[in-house]
């Protein structure tokens, strides 16, 4: 069982009514463009009301209390669109109210491979009368624009009249979505600051409405962003009962109104079909026009039609990205849920970012983050890589802004936005925020994996590149030189890691190491290309200003990049002084003062040696052909007791790194969190929306955790780490356009060729080849190092300073007693 969610490999179910947050959630669908939250459709009772397109969003001024030259100016939020779910049934003049209703049966399932949310429903009417509905939803993956609702009511056993209201509705009441301004939300909500900003103003301001037949039309300017918005509804209705049809338009709600002289086990089905466009500018007439043109092929089609295209191209896509773990129902569930959220989230964006949370909640406002290069994008480019590019272009899209604030911020280059929608930095705590300058590494690292896993040169030869060359610009500039001729080491002050409760420090070791890989692959690239394409590398020079002597620049700053190390623990600290802090004392810190970013200063969290995520592991993953057996086992002892995991994105790391230095229970017990984040609401704010990235990262932990994938400077090799309790794990790789398939048992691994050309591999060291009919079996003599229980900072208590004196003290924040020994 997942808590309330019976173990089904391919469906996730619930079997009595729920309104809750979570639910919504859990059964939300979208497409990467549109999405609908799991509300039901009498559109009552819910936690939030959400209909989300990727990318509309308004904006607003950020107000600081104390204003500094830099800082973050405007604020960007998602905006929550009409609501096209609504299709409320009457019988008898009463309505199918659940919070009274006397409901007999009732089931809701998601089904993962039709992608379609079905919810079938027993009403006993207080007159007696037995009323069965079954409604189903599907947000379309081929046509973007478009999705479908179908209602079928029965009255099984009398006549009655039924009357179902199909409406579109904005909802502009102030008390719904958007109910303060950003400041007085978090007085009035409680501060969190992962959730989406309250707007009190009027957002959407209404254009054309009008109704012809059974279509209704609603548009809108967004008030401030300018964007622009239409939805049109479009109905077919069959039954041999007879019926009338009645209308309502106004700005902010459209009905039609089937009144329905329903005989006794006469069914009545009334499909809905719905499209939304938007736009950063164009009027709103044309943006209807459109929806009508999606909605007149879809007519043409055949509603049966659009079912089966959703099925094939479900088939398609669980052909190329189905993991399979035999003998684990529950986990085979949960995995298939969190790869049909990835689906969900990036599928359509066609350019648009990945938001934290897609399309299913307006938690973190609908930004796009680093999460989307690191823990989403290996998934799509090792599976569908034509998402993967356009997530990428996402980025070449926002290059002018970031060359924008980079320069706002004295360095060359770009810099890519902490948290944003339209391009521009919306964070306003520059702290945790732009002070992150390794997501500019980040999206390098995520386009060099992206030409490594595909081939696409091309990409990077007509536009990718710029990506490489501006990002490397920043750090030469960021970045500065200490100390004399050979003995000269390069160093990057100021910045923040992913780790967020440690914040502004110098040489953070995941920024330099991945900074160190953003300059040499820029190098590379840049050298490739002017070898190879005079052409392409005429224009690269032309789009940036590209000197001659730059590559050769990047190259000594990466050589000379400094990485720390300390002799005296013999492990990477993660920064200049993170070792100088306090050790934070985790295990007497209560459960109700967690998560510490919700409990405490900033100022206090800052002080000590305590992690919202991994960091150090994080780089010790990505970046791993750098770093020794012995390094990843010393630093993972090291860090893993010292991290909280009040970060979603923090387990599937640990997870990953777990496994590979032979923590294996500890590895499986890390994945079990990541897998269930949402659908056992491990964090409390499920909610708000699915935890996009720590989906992509159940992926990356599967397949490069306990399927040991890897693929450094472009080569393709395995070492395995398959749980005990697991007979097989097996899964598909795309590699330069050949279809992989990989299992995984305990004594073998199988690298199967289903289509392309030969591709070759190493496993543990040892050199293969796999091709189409010629599979490569490669013998294993075990599962890796096994090592019992979890790591623990006592290992490292005597470790002493050169100068003899005690390193790493511990002075407990809410307990007397001190995990080791104190120092100085």
């Given at each position: 069982m997942i808590d309330r969610h019976p173990a089904d490999t391919w469906r996730l179910t619930e079997s009595r009514y729920d309104e809750g947050g979570v639910s919504e959630t859990l059964f939300a669908i979208g497409n990467g463009y549109l999405g609908l939250r799991g509300n039901h459709i009498e559109g009552r009772g819910a936690h939030e009301h959400g209909t989300f397109i990727n990318g509309l969003h308004e904006t607003w001024p950020i107000r600081h209390a104390e204003q500094a030259y830099g800082f973050a100016e405007v604020g960007q939020t998602i905006v929550n669109a009409p609501d096209a779910k609504i299709m409320r049934i009457y019988v008898d003049d009463e309505p199918l109210s659940f919070d009274e209703a006397d409901v007999r049966e009732y089931s809701r399932v998601l089904d993962m491979r039709t992608g379609v949310l079905e919810r079938t429903v027993l009403w006993v009417t207080p007159s007696g009368k037995r009323v069965r509905l079954r409604d189903e939803r599907m947000v379309s993956f081929d046509e973007r624009h478009l999705a479908v609702l179908r209602l079928d009511v029965v009255v099984e056993n009398a006549d009655a009249p039924v009357t179902i209201s199909s409406q579109l509705l904005n909802r502009q009441d102030g008390g719904t979505v958007y109910t303060g301004t950003?400041?007085?939300?978090?007085?009035?909500?409680?501060?969190?600051?992962?959730?989406?900003?309250?707007?009190?103003?009027?957002?959407?301001?209404?254009?054309?409405?009008?109704?012809?037949g059974l279509r209704s039309t609603l548009s809108y300017r967004v008030s401030d962003s300018g964007m622009t918005l239409a939805v049109v509804a479009d109905h077919v209705v069959e039954t041999e009962n007879e019926y009338s049809a009645r209308t309502l338009i106004e700005p902010d709600i459209a009905k039609n109104v089937f009144r329905v002289q329903a005989k006794a086990g006469v069914p009545i089905r009334i499909t809905k079909l719905v499209s939304y466009h938007s736009s950063r500018g164009v009027p709103p007439r044309e943006l209807v026009d459109r929806c009508r043109r999606t909605l007149d092929r879809a007519g043409v089609e055949g509603v049966e039609a659009l079912f089966r295209t959703q099925r094939a191209w479900l088939d398609a896509f669980w052909e190329r990205s189905d993991v399979r773990i035999e003998g684990r129902d529950d986990l085979q569930q949960a995995t298939r849920w969190c790869l049909f959220q990835l689906a969900q989230a990036a599928a359509r964006a066609d350019g648009n970012g990945v938001p934290a949370k897609g399309l299913t909640g307006s938690g973190y406002s609908g930004h796009y983050f680093w999460d989307t290069e690191i823990y989403v994008l290996p998934f799509l480019t090792y599976t569908s890589p034509l998402w993967a590019r356009n997530a990428l272009r996402a980025r070449v899209l926002m290059l002018p802004a970031a060359r924008r604030r980079a320069a706002q911020l004295n360095e060359a280059g770009a810099l890519f936005p902490w948290r944003t929608i339209n391009g521009e930095e919306a964070s306003a705590y520059y702290a945790a925020g732009t002070a992150q300058y390794h997501i500019n590494a980040d999206v390098s690292y995520a386009l060099g994996k992206y030409v490594h896993a595909t081939g696409d040169e091309e990409f990077l030869r007509s536009e990718a590149a710029d990506i490489a060359v501006e990002t490397a610009r920043l750090w030469a500039t960021l970045g500065f030189w200490r100390g004399k001729n050979g003995d000269a080491t390069f160093h990057i002050h100021g910045v923040t890691g992913p780790d967020e409760y440690t914040t502004v420090v110098n040489d953070n070791l995941f920024t330099n190491v991945m900074a160190r890989y953003n300059l040499r692959f820029a190098a590379r690239i840049?050298?490739?290309?002017?070898?190879?394409?005079?052409?392409?590398?005429?224009?690269?020079?032309?789009?940036?200003?590209?000197?001659?002597?730059e590559p050769d620049a990047w190259d000594r700053a990466a050589e000379r990049m400094h990485i720390p190390f300390s002799d005296g623990l013999g492990i990477h600290p993660q920064d200049s002084l993170f070792l100088e802090r306090e050790v934070w004392d985790l295990a007497n810190t209560p459960a109700e003062q967690r998560p510490l970013l919700l409990n405490f200063h900033p100022l206090v969290i800052y002080?000590?040696?305590?992690?919202?995520?991994?960091?150090?592991?994080?780089?010790?993953?990505?970046?791993?052909?750098?770093?020794?057996?012995?390094?990843?086992?010393?630093?993972?002892?090291?860090?893993?007791?010292?991290?909280?995991?009040?970060?979603?994105?923090?387990?599937?790391?640990?997870?990953?790194?777990?496994?590979?230095?032979?923590?294996?229970?500890?590895?499986?017990?890390?994945?079990?969190?990541?897998?269930?984040?949402?659908?056992?609401?491990?964090?409390?704010?499920?909610?708000?929306?699915?935890?996009?990235?720590?989906?992509?990262?159940?992926?990356?932990?599967?397949?490069?955790?306990?399927?040991?994938?890897?693929?450094?400077?472009?080569?393709?090799?395995?070492?395995?780490?398959?749980?005990?309790?697991?007979?097989?794990?097996?899964?598909?790789?795309?590699?330069?356009?050949?279809?992989?398939?990989?299992?995984?048992?305990?004594?073998?691994?199988?690298?199967?060729?289903?289509?392309?050309?030969?591709?070759?591999?190493?496993?543990?060291?040892?050199?293969?080849?796999?091709?189409?009919?010629?599979?490569?079996?490669?013998?294993?003599?075990?599962?890796?190092?096994?090592?019992p229980g979890r790591p623990t900072l006592r290992q490292f208590a005597d470790a002493r300073r050169d100068d003899g004196t005690l390193m790493s003290p511990t002075v407990p924040v809410t307990s007397s007693i001190p995990v080791m020994d104190a120092g100085e």
């Open positions: 950003p400041e007085a939300a978090q007085k009035t909500a409680g501060f969190d600051p992962r959730k989406a900003e309250k707007i009190l103003e009027r957002v959407l301001q209404p254009a054309e409405y009008w109704q012809d840049v050298r490739e290309i002017e070898a190879s394409d005079p052409v392409a590398y005429a224009g690269l020079v032309e789009r940036t200003g590209l000197d001659a002597g002080r000590f040696q305590v992690l919202k995520q991994a960091d150090v592991v994080l780089a010790l993953f990505l970046q791993g052909n750098h770093f020794t057996a012995e390094d990843k086992l010393a630093d993972f002892d090291y860090y893993d007791p010292l991290t909280t995991g009040d970060s979603t994105l923090s387990a599937v790391v640990q997870s990953i790194l777990a496994a590979e230095v032979g923590y294996q229970d500890l590895a499986q017990e890390y994945f079990e969190q990541a897998i269930n984040v949402d659908l056992r609401d491990l964090h409390h704010n499920a909610a708000d929306g699915v935890h996009v990235a720590s989906a992509g990262g159940v992926w990356t932990a599967l397949v490069c955790g306990f399927g040991g994938m890897r693929d450094y400077a472009g080569e393709l090799s395995f070492d395995p780490r398959l749980p005990s309790d697991w007979p097989s794990l097996s899964y598909p790789l795309q590699w330069h356009g050949s279809q992989l398939q990989v299992t995984v048992r305990r004594d073998e691994l199988t690298v199967q060729v289903r289509s392309g050309d030969p591709v070759s591999f190493t496993v543990r060291g040892e050199a293969f080849t796999a091709a189409v009919g010629a599979d490569a079996v490669v013998a294993l003599a075990d599962q890796g190092p096994v090592r």
